[in-house]
DNA sequence: TGCAATACTGACTCTTTTGTCACTATGAAC
DNA sequence: GTTCATAGTGACAAAAGAGTCAGTATTGCA
């Protein structure tokens, strides 16, 4: 099975997944607007501060692309736009809350470790 | 909070789950791993034909940093060398399963527009 | 002697991704 | 007419990641 998508061949559907999530900043963008819906761009940006505008915005674009998130534009000035996560982009909480779970896991054992070699 | 995890800071343990996960081979490794363990390197090899032997080699290293793979050496010639999910890394199965699960639904609706783009 | 099998490393290049900087547009308020 | 706020683009530089190629070690066997 070969499946195509944007000038691109994957071969499995999980590596399909991984080309819409894998993304500097597409999980934690995605975590934001599963926790609050929808966002403007410069909320996000004050939720994720370490990311800068122009990347927001080019991760934003590609989930738009993708149509994982909606992009709706208020014809207003100075510009409102508002995103929010679409029908298919909702498909993604199991993946992000599992992610969460692991990294608060495999945190610990890293924080069990330093412990136990304090200890010694 | 902030998280110091070899030589690099992390401000959530979601990124620190990616730190983890991310890499070309690595969810396709673990896939592998939880389907059929242990796995020696040709073997993996076989199963993932795209990954070359050097790319392969460089991630079961950084898996197995992160304590996420064990690797044992069976003292023997020709050399012998098993792979097989630590029980941390057993914790990744929900991410991997999501990350399947959402492959599917996406290819699906990727199709239905394929579909939908004929038929118009 | 020379080759086979397996797992692996070093040094390098190439590509992709990420980050930075300066810049644009709009209309209202002062 | 200058300034503000918001969302955005273009062009480039830097860094990270992925991929390639040639080479190593071991021991048994023909």
Not at 29 to 49: M, Y
């Amino acid at each position: 099975m070969v499946i195509q998508y944007k000038d691109k061949q994957y071969f499995t559907s999980k590596d399909l997944a991984l080309s819409v999530i894998g993304g500097r900043w597409k999980i934690a963008i995605i975590w934001c607007l599963l926790h609050e819906t929808p966002l403007r761009l410069s909320e996000i940006q004050k939720k994720l501060p370490d990311a800068n505008q122009r990347m927001l915005i080019r991760q934003l674009r590609e989930l738009e692309e993708d149509k994982i998130i909606t992009r709706y534009v208020y014809p207003v000035v100075p510009p409102k736009v508002e995103y929010k996560l679409s029908e298919v982009g909702l498909l993604l909480e199991p993946v992000v809350t599992s992610i969460c779970n692991f990294g608060d896991q495999f945190m610990q054992t890293i924080e069990q470790e330093a412990d136990s070699t304090l200890v010694d």
